[in-house]
């Protein structure tokens, strides 16, 4: 019901809401042939599970994990690179492909490095730990774009494997399976569509698929966390320094922080003591990450601001009531520290800071009611993001699924869809609020990690006057693993299939040292690591 309430929501608020600047269309869809393999190849799965699992379930998992990713990030390493507006080419006189715009900021700031002058040239920067990975990129495979893509879409393969892992936390392998290879087969047609819609795939030179994989860790984490009942612990830890390394990628990341501490308080309500103690655990590791890089930051001339807050003070300038925001900032509350600029200095040794030069205002309506705009963000997110999956029932190439859907792909898509598109999507709302329900009687605070994250995130890009496209990706992903959820519900009802014998892991008592210790350690590595 909430499902059709916000596909109705859209019919009358995207027709007013598609000039908006940073409205893109709907994100990359998977195809109905690749359901079906997904969901055949899990199937198989339990076939052959009862001999794989006769020795150690843990060890299979880490081999299936294994599989996964060596799997996908081969597949997606060895598809096509094809020109796009991040990367345009292949161009002469040595028929090379080139980073533009963000996608070249974030390599200048990385190869910067790489001749000894630090990361943007020993200047201030927000976000490190991305150029961090296009220079150990280009240690390891040159400066032929086309190469660098391929080895970073190998490292993202990661995905569907962490996926698995995910699914198998609440018990089932045939779930991870049949999520992870659907994951897998619609990151290809990611890649695939990179000339065709404005989005940002593993092969390009931007944050946001980087990001849906700590996005994906601190799930996991969080996952594993609940499941040890949200104890202040070794899990809360490493969920906080998860969501400050996805935050040092991408900004809106930030959110998981509250969501996680919500969810926390939610579970004990009548606990004070356990969930501030959890919360204070969740943040230590959140600072641990955060620490060592501000510190640097200030030292390289910042102005002693909270972290993250030059993004906050840009978006709250550029992009909210000007009236409002300039009285503000004219008064003192909100500090304003510029923010980054999409266009490349024109010398690389030039000493400037990320934040220093300002973003050419683009034309949004500043007068526009904010309950207008952010209503229409959010929805276009969430639907952007639902529509990934079939909305017609033809078995298709992805050319031909995208050239018969008509409009549905177009930024300016007015939102409606023909009766016999709605009624197939009617039928996907449905398979994801059984997926829901499947999710939510297993374990409530797993479903509600998930459902948080997705939806924090989609508040978050709202909030921010961003939708639809590359903005959407770092959640997107999370639809799959629902929606899956949903199909074999469905199918072990129908057909009265026998429930796979669900394993769950126990954690085993460890020292104080494995506890506390060792991944403070580890974090306060991850922190120093672009330091």
């Not at 200047?123 to 400066?143: E, F, K, T, W």
């Not at 929606?483 to 460890?510: K, N």
Request: charged share 15%; glycine share 8%.
């Amino acid at each position: 019901v909430i499902l059709i309430g916000i596909y109705i929501a859209s019919t009358f608020l995207y027709p007013g809401s598609s000039d908006e600047d940073f409205w893109y269309e709907t994100s990359v869809p998977l195809l109905n042939w690749q359901i079906l393999v997904a969901v055949i190849v899990g199937f198989v799965l339990v076939k052959l599970e009862k001999k794989w699992v006769t020795s150690s379930p843990k060890r299979v998992d880490l081999f299936l994990f294994l599989v996964l990713f060596l799997f996908f990030g081969i597949l997606w390493a060895v598809t096509p690179l094809t020109p796009s507006y991040f990367n345009v080419g292949p161009l002469p006189p040595d028929n090379q492909y080139y980073p533009k715009s963000d996608s070249a900021k974030f390599d200048l700031y990385a190869q910067s490095a790489l001749v000894g002058l630090g990361f943007n040239n020993g200047n201030r920067l927000d976000r490190p730990y991305y150029p961090l990975l296009l220079a150990s990129i280009h240690l390891v495979s040159g400066q032929d774009y086309a190469v660098n893509v391929a080895v970073q879409a190998f490292v993202l393969g990661i995905l569907p494997a962490i996926v698995y892992l995910i699914c198998v936390e609440l018990g089932s392998r045939r779930w991870g399976i049949a999520s992870a290879v659907a994951t897998g087969l619609w990151g290809i047609n990611l890649i695939q569509v990179n000339n065709v819609l404005s989005t940002a795939t593993q092969k390009n030179i931007m944050t946001d698929f980087p990001t849906a994989i700590l996005v994906s860790l601190v799930i996991y984490f969080g996952i594993r966390w609940r499941k040890e009942g949200f104890q202040a612990d070794r899990f809360a830890l490493i969920t906080g320094g998860m969501i400050a390394l996805a935050s040092y990628v991408r900004y809106s990341a930030l959110v998981l922080l509250p969501i996680l501490g919500l969810i926390v308080l939610l579970q004990a309500p009548r606990k004070p003591k356990q969930w501030i103690t959890a919360n204070l655990v969740l943040f230590l590791g959140f600072m641990i990450v955060v620490a060592p890089w501000y510190l640097r930051d200030i030292s390289a001339g910042r102005p002693l601001r909270p972290p993250f807050w030059g993004k906050i003070a840009f978006i709250l300038r550029d992009r909210y009531s000007p009236g409002e925001i300039d009285s503000e900032l004219n008064q003192g509350t909100l500090p304003y520290e510029p923010i980054e600029d999409p266009t490349l200095p024109s010398n690389l040794n030039e000493n400037t800071s990320e934040e220093d030069t300002q973003i050419e205002y683009q034309g949004n309506d500043l007068s526009k009611p904010f309950i207008n705009w952010f209503s229409s963000h959010f929805i276009h997110n969430v639907m952007s993001s639902i529509l990934i999956l079939p909305s017609s029932l033809e078995i298709s190439s992805l050319d031909l699924y995208l050239e018969n859907a008509g409009d549905l792909w177009d930024p300016y898509w007015d939102g409606t869809m023909p009766m016999g598109r709605f009624v197939v999507a009617f039928g996907q709302f449905a398979m994801i609020a059984a997926g829901v329900c499947w999710i939510w009687k297993k374990n409530r605070g797993v479903a509600a990690v998930l459902l948080l994250s997705f939806i924090g995130l989609h508040i978050t890009n709202a909030l921010g006057r961003t939708s639809g496209g590359r903005y959407i990706l770092p959640v997107i992903w999370i639809v799959i693993p629902i929606y899956f959820a949903g199909i074999l519900l469905v199918l072990r009802t129908l057909f009265v299939l026998e429930d796979e014998e669900e394993t769950f892991y126990v954690s085993q008592q460890t020292s104080k040292f494995n506890k506390w210790v060792l991944p403070m350690l580890v974090l306060l590595g991850i922190g120093l690591l672009p330091v």
